[in-house]
């Protein structure tokens, strides 16, 4: 049976067994899924760009796998995506901009990967977000000034990475944040005090 043929799954779970290969891209047959796990697996190879036609998920676990490549931009049209796990993978290159049209979204977490380039200002659009994670990683740049926008989030983790310039005082709009390290990268200023930002 091939899991494209299955056009009415809601929820497929492989999570923590010996399943190895690599993600079929007929898994975007599968238009009613509505969560996904793969997390703890042995799956390697890339994460095909056809998982952005699963327009209803709202759950993607891809987390301690041996996945490589890119994020394909197209998780971006998964407009309902509200928790994307990808941690502790094999996962390289930039984090894509487009993820930021996810506007549903409460969890990130890209940690603990090899992924480059700067966290983009396109996650200002997630106004949901409560969770954002991309500790140990080798991304370069500042903190997007649109994280002021992000007024629900509670857990911003920035650690060991090479992020530098100063701590942008809109910060101070996330009055919520109950957790943030940005330890072990190139910051340099001061920290910000004061009234909130407008």
Known sequence: MEIGNCTNL???????????SHIPEEIGNCCELQILY??????????????????????LSLYRTQLSGHIPGE???CSELQILYLYKTLI?????????????????DLSMNLLTGSIPRS?????E???????????TGSIPRSFRKLV??????LSFNQLSGI????????????????GYNKFSGQIPVGPLAI
């Open 92 to 108: 390289s290159g930039p984090i894509p901009s487009r993820i930021g049209s996810c506007k549903e979204l409460i969890v990130i």
């Open 123 to 127: 996650f200002g659009n997630c106004t």
């Open 38 to 59: 793969l997390d703890r697996t042995l799956i390697s190879g890339p994460i095909p760009s056809r998982i952005g036609m699963l327009k209803r998920t709202q759950q």
């Open 10 to 20: 809601i929820f497929l779970g492989f999570a923590e067994t010996q399943l190895s």
């Open 167 to 182: 701590i942008p005082v809109e910060i101070v709009n996330c009055t919520k944040l109950t957790n943030l390290t940005l």
């Open 152 to 157: 629900k989030l509670q857990f911003l983790h």
């Open 129 to 139: 977000l409560k969770y954002f994670d991309v500790t140990n990683n080798f991304l």
């Open 75 to 77: 998780i971006g049209n």
